[in-house]
Every structure is written in structure tokens, then in C-alpha cells.
């Protein structure tokens, strides 16, 4: 079992940046891959970006690539996405997984997530 925590969401301001985090606990939390999810208001939840348990795999969504990176921590448990040059639509609740590669449903651990607000 892993239990999974988002934190560091918030309102910020249109070009702003922000470092969300999703600290994991249980006993194969440093072996499982992370990923990042996230849902925008009335849509559905869409990938942002995955790590392999190890940190030498990433892969971003095309729409966010440019400014969106994912990196991890295997001493403290903890993956982030690191957001930059946020814009309105990027506002959505954001949510971590462990345990599965890119796939929502491949995922078997799941955060509460954590709301980012971006305002122009």
C-alpha cells in the first residue's frame, strides 16, 4: 500500500511559477513510478507528466512540455512538478499516481490532489 499527498498548490498570477508536491509513504513508495494527472473545470482528467521509480525516465504531455517538468526525490519520497509560466488554463486540481506508466487507469495509488489557481 502507498499512501500518496499533494501539497504546494494555490492562486498565483498569469507567467507565475509554482512547485507542486506529492509526498509518498509505505514500503515500495521509492519503487513505484509517479505520474501527474490533473482536471480542469467540466473536463476530464488528462495526463501531465510520468517518472520512472529511478528518476532516468520522464515524459511530459506535448501541451505542457515546454513549460512543465517532473523530477523526484527517492531520499524524501517526494515527486514534483515544477510549473512555470502558468496561464489560466492551467487552473485545475492536480493529482499524483504510483504504480502505473502514463495510463490513468494502469495507476493503483492515488492523492486527493491539490487545487492550483491561476488568474490573469
Known amino acids: 500500500q502507498v499512501v500518496l499527498t499533494e501539497s504546494g498548490g494555490g492562486s498565483v498570477q498569469t507567467g507565475d511559477s509554482l512547485r507542486v508536491s506529492c509526498s509518498a509513504s509505505?514500503?515500495?513508495?521509492?519503487?513505484?513510478?509517479v505520474g501527474w494527472f490533473r482536471q480542469r473545470p467540466g473536463k476530464d482528467r488528462e495526463f501531465v507528466a510520468a517518472?520512472?521509480?529511478?528518476?532516468?525516465?520522464?515524459f511530459v504531455a506535448d501541451s505542457v512540455k515546454d513549460r512543465f517538468n517532473i523530477s523526484r526525490d527517492n531520499a524524501k519520497a517526494t515527486t514534483y512538478l515544477q510549473m512555470s509560466n502558468l496561464k489560466p488554463e492551467d487552473t485545475a486540481i492536480y493529482y499524483c499516481?504510483?504504480?502505473?506508466?502514463?495510463?490513468?487507469?494502469?495507476?493503483?495509488?492515488w492523492g486527493q490532489g491539490t487545487q492550483v489557481t491561476v488568474s490573469s
Open positions: 517518472i520512472y521509480f529511478n528518476g532516468f525516465r520522464r
Open positions: 499516481a504510483a504504480g502505473g506508466w502514463i495510463v490513468a487507469t494502469s495507476y493503483r495509488y
Open positions: 509505505g514500503r515500495t513508495a521509492s519503487r513505484e513510478n
